[in-house]
C-alpha cells in the first residue's frame, strides 16, 4: 500500500523593492511595457510566499517540516528581505533581472531545486499583490 502524503503549506513574508525594467529593451519600450512599475525609483511588495510541501505522516512528526520551512526561510526570504531584487538577482548572475513576479517564482523555484527540496515541493506561490500571484511547480529532481 503507498504511504499517504499530506499537503501543508506554510506562507512567508518577503519585504522588497524591484523596479521591473529590462536591458534587452529600449527606454520606450520598457516604459510602454512596465508603464508606472518601471518608475525611476521602483517600488516594495509585502510579498506572501506560499509553499505547499508533499510529505509522508512521519516527516510531519519526526520534525522534516521544521528543517524544511527553516531552509525556504534561509533560501528565499533571508537573502532577499528589505533589498532591491534587481540588484540581488543580478549579483546572482541573472542575465536579465526584470523581476516581473514569473521571473521571481521562477528564480525561487530553481533555488529550492538546486537545494534539493524541490522532491518535498509541491507548489509554490509567490503573491505580489491580493490580485496578482505567480504559481509553478518546482521541478523535481532527476532521478
Known amino acids: 500500500?503507498?504511504?499517504?502524503r499530506?499537503?501543508?503549506?506554510?506562507?512567508f513574508e518577503l519585504k522588497a523593492h524591484h523596479r521591473l525594467i529590462s536591458n534587452r529593451l529600449t527606454q520606450e519600450e520598457n516604459e510602454r511595457i512596465y508603464q508606472k512599475c518601471m518608475g525611476k525609483h521602483g517600488h516594495g511588495h509585502n510579498y506572501k510566499i506560499c509553499v505547499t510541501f508533499c510529505l509522508s505522516p512521519e516527516d510531519f512528526s519526526n520534525g522534516r517540516l521544521t528543517l524544511?520551512?527553516?531552509q525556504v526561510h534561509s533560501l528565499l526570504i533571508e537573502p532577499f528581505h528589505l533589498k532591491s531584487l534587481n540588484v540581488e538577482f543580478a549579483a546572482m548572475g541573472v542575465e536579465n533581472p526584470v523581476t516581473t513576479g514569473?521571473?521571481?517564482?521562477?528564480?525561487?523555484?530553481?533555488?529550492?531545486?538546486?537545494?534539493g527540496l524541490s522532491e518535498f515541493v509541491s507548489r509554490?506561490?509567490?503573491?505580489?499583490?491580493r490580485k496578482n500571484s505567480f504559481i509553478t511547480t518546482p521541478k523535481k529532481p532527476i532521478a
Do not use: C, D
Request: glycine letters at 0%.
Open 68 to 70: 524544511f520551512t527553516s
Open 124 to 129: 509554490l506561490e509567490v503573491q505580489e499583490t
Open 102 to 115: 514569473e521571473q521571481i517564482v521562477s528564480i525561487f523555484s530553481e533555488k529550492l531545486r538546486l537545494a
Open 1 to 4: 500500500m503507498p504511504t499517504p
Open 6 to 11: 499530506l499537503y501543508k503549506t506554510i506562507t
